[in-house]
């Protein structure tokens, strides 16, 4: 670059330019000189050529800091079960994780802490075990759009009501069941409360009012959260034996046949089935391999 004719401040800037060591000190000297140059006829093409070389390198910046961020996600593997928790900044998410979670996310005042996604594993009734991964702010740069489109519930946390029809916005591209989580209504009295359950109750929600911080409506929100994945907790036995304590994990309206699919990963083997529970009519009924299940059945298995 010329620097005829050039102000001593521009001299300056240019020299600090050529020298520095990274782009960002560049474009930092780059907007100096923008600023020094003359505006003037003769300097016209100079200063023309200087923004084109600043918008280049902005690009760049930019270019390296969406690689940087993509690069450095964790690498989340999909659990059966996985839900997200998403909100704007502040409203807990955090706190949300921490509580339902074994995850240790960072808790703050601070807006936008959260800058990847945390995941934690929500213990449901000692039984079985729920993915959960809070997703950083929806008005941060940080923001994942691609893990809330596949998840299969979404965990929308709100303070506010209006920040229901905000983040829905946001997320319409996004299949899957939505509960609207109002937090921190420890900050409120009984009227708005009131108020604000009545609401979301006419606009026809699957809400839960809680309190992250006073560990209020929690319980509540874990079930909410298991039954929204329309899933059935069936527990098989063996004969002579106590039924299993971890249950097998199947669609609604799985049979017989896909519980012994997913216990023995085959079905010729079965010989007999009976079932103890909701879908039977009296306990030890036997059935056929097509009998429909409902959660918390209890299957014995006779093998060949």
């Known amino acids: 670059m010329a620097s005829t004719n050039q102000s001593p401040q521009y001299q300056k800037a240019e020299s600090m330019f050529l020298n520095a060591q990274t782009s960002e000190e560049r474009l930092k000297w780059l907007e100096e000189m923008i600023r020094e ?10 200063l023309a050529n ?25 690498g989340i593997k999909k659990e059966e079960m996985q839900a997200v928790i998403v909100g704007l900044t ?12 074994n995850a240790k996310p960072q808790v703050g005042e ?41 998840a299969e519930v979404i965990i929308i946390l709100v303070t506010e009501l209006k920040q229901i029809e905000e983040t829905q916005k946001e997320i319409n591209k996004s299949a899957g069941k939505q509960i609207i989580v109002f937090n921190k209504i420890d900050l409120i009295g009984e ?13 026809k929600y699957d809400f839960v009012m809680i309190s992250a911080k006073e560990n209020l409506g929690i319980e509540e929100l874990k079930d909410k959260i298991f039954k929204s994945f329309d899933k059935i907790r069936v527990y098989s036995k063996e004969p002579g034996k106590p039924k299993s304590n971890n249950p097998i994990i199947l669609e609604l309206r799985s049979t017989v046949e896909d519980a012994a ?13 009976s079932v103890t529970g909701p879908s039977s009519k009296f306990p030890n009924q036997k059935v ?16 060949k």
Do not use: W
């Open 37 to 46: 140059c003359p505006k003037h006829k003769s300097s016209e093409k100079m």
């Open 50 to 74: 200087l923004k084109t070389r600043y918008i280049k390198l902005k690009e760049k910046i930019e270019s390296q800091k969406k690689t940087s961020r993509s690069s450095g996600k964790k």
């Open 90 to 101: 502040n409203s807990g998410k955090s706190s949300l994780l921490s509580i339902l979670t």
């Open 110 to 150: 601070n807006p936008f802490i959260t800058k990847q996604p945390e995941v934690g594993m929500m213990n449901y009734n000692n039984e079985l075990q729920i993915q959960l991964i809070e997703i950083p702010a929806m008005d941060s740069e940080h923001y994942d759009k691609g893990l809330v489109n596949t």
């Open 191 to 203: 009227s708005e409360k009131r108020k604000i359950f009545s609401t979301l109750q006419s606009r």
């Open 261 to 273: 699919k997913k216990l023995f990963k085959k079905k010729d083997i079965i010989k007999e089935a």
């Open 288 to 303: 056929s391999l097509k009998h429909q299940l409902k959660d918390r059945d209890i299957v014995e298995f006779k093998i």
